[in-house]
């Protein structure tokens, strides 16, 4: 089984920095993408930023500029680096990834138990 913890959440004012993490536990043979995805309340679901194996990162249009999503292969983490956080940034920040766990086995997407970001304006 695989299981994604996240950590770091928590309340900001608006303007300011917050760091979350996510780190990927369990039988692991390889993990092809990790992101963040995030639900306000009454909305949907949406993504907030990918990253690959490889490096390559897609962002939101609404967090470009001021989101950084990096990721550190060996240890299967992966974070979110959130500067000039406002108010449309509050929801619940949801840790993803893209997981094999055998050779014959399909890559299956994995998700966190989520972390509250709230942000003051």
């Known amino acids: 089984q695989v299981q994604l913890v996240e950590s770091g959440g928590g309340l900001v004012q608006a303007g300011g920095s917050l760091r979350v993490s996510c780190a990927a536990s369990?039988?692991?043979?390889?993990?092809?993408?990790m992101g963040w995805y995030r639900q306000a309340p009454g909305k949907q679901r949406e993504l907030v930023a990918t990253?690959?194996?490889?490096?390559?990162?897609t962002y939101a249009d609404s967090v470009k500029g001021r989101f950084t999503i990096s990721s550190y292969t060996a240890k299967n983490t992966v974070s979110l680096q959130m500067n000039s956080l406002n108010a449309e940034d509050t929801a619940v920040y949801y840790c993803?990834?893209?997981?094999?766990?055998?050779?014959?086995?399909?890559?299956?997407?994995?998700w966190g138990q989520g972390t509250q970001v709230t942000v003051s304006s």
């Open positions: 993803a990834a893209s997981v094999r766990v055998g050779m014959e086995s399909p890559w299956t997407n994995y």
């Open positions: 369990g039988s692991i043979l390889a993990i092809s993408r």
């Open positions: 990253i690959t194996h490889d490096g390559r990162t």
